[in-house]
């Protein structure tokens, strides 16, 4: 199906563990965004990505670790989770260039909901 | 930095009234771009609008309205008729753009007004 899928939905993990959440776009958009969502932060940028091989730091990058080797995917690695990285996850794309009724809306995924034991 | 705050954390109205969303942003940009996002129950985000810094037209959109102001630096939210449906989060954001006028897109959020409407 066309859009933006993120995978799992819900992830239950220990301290210490390495996890991985998925993100997938079938538009070939150009950019790529994790936000990570917790109360009374709204939502906060972890890194974002220009284009494959592309990637740069948002405003709490430290314990992520970020990948684009294909456009569609840009995978989130939490190295060692830590409980403080109990959050909802949200990936992000948008297309590059300027004009057009979608310039500069970012189209968001649905989500995952990661719990860190 | 950038910054927007979203002074209300809750807010609750009856069914039928109007409710305001307040937003307040600070950037050093001349160029920028200004969203509303809903967040339902169900968790997703929704799109509802976008505003460049150079279109300080108010915006109406069925009972939605919008009112976007450079000189207090604020970008206002307004449901008319409220309905239980309209019970959700809704988040302002705020975008960078460069000297060219286009942005890498990246959202600087406020923390979020948590909306309830009561039938």
């Known amino acids: 199906d066309a859009g933006i899928t993120q995978s799992p939905r819900y992830k239950i993990t220990e301290t210490g563990r390495q996890v991985t959440l998925m993100c997938h776009q079938t538009?070939?958009?150009?950019?790529m965004f994790w936000y990570r969502q917790d109360l009374g932060h709204g939502l906060r940028l972890i890194y974002y990505s220009a284009a494959a091989d592309i990637t740069d730091k948002g405003e709490v990058p430290d314990g992520y670790v970020v990948s684009r080797s294909k456009t569609e995917n840009f995978p989130l690695t939490l190295e060692s989770a830590t409980r403080s990285q109990t959050s909802v996850y949200f990936c992000a794309s948008r297309p590059a260039g300027g004009g057009g009724s979608s310039y500069n809306e970012q189209f968001f995924g649905p989500g995952t909901r990661l719990t860190v034991l | 930095a950038q910054k927007v705050t979203q002074a209300q954390t809750e807010i609750s109205v009856v069914e039928k009234e109007d409710v305001t969303l307040d937003c307040v942003y600070e950037?050093?940009?001349?160029?920028?771009?200004l969203f509303w996002y809903k967040q339902p129950p169900s968790g997703e985000l929704v799109f509802l609008i976008r505003r460049n810094s150079f279109d300080e037209q108010n915006e109406i959109s069925g009972r939605y309205s919008w009112n976007f102001q450079k000189s207090t630096s604020s970008f206002n939210f307004t449901i008319t008729a409220s309905q239980v449906v309209d019970s959700a989060v809704y988040f302002c954001?705020?975008?960078?753009?460069?000297?060219?006028?286009?942005?890498?897109?990246?959202?600087?959020f406020g923390q979020g007004t948590i909306l309830t409407v009561h039938p």
């Open positions: 954001a705020l975008s960078e753009a460069n000297a060219g006028g286009t942005s890498y897109g990246k959202l600087t």
């Open positions: 950037t050093r940009d001349t160029t920028y771009y």
């Open positions: 538009w070939s958009h150009s950019y």
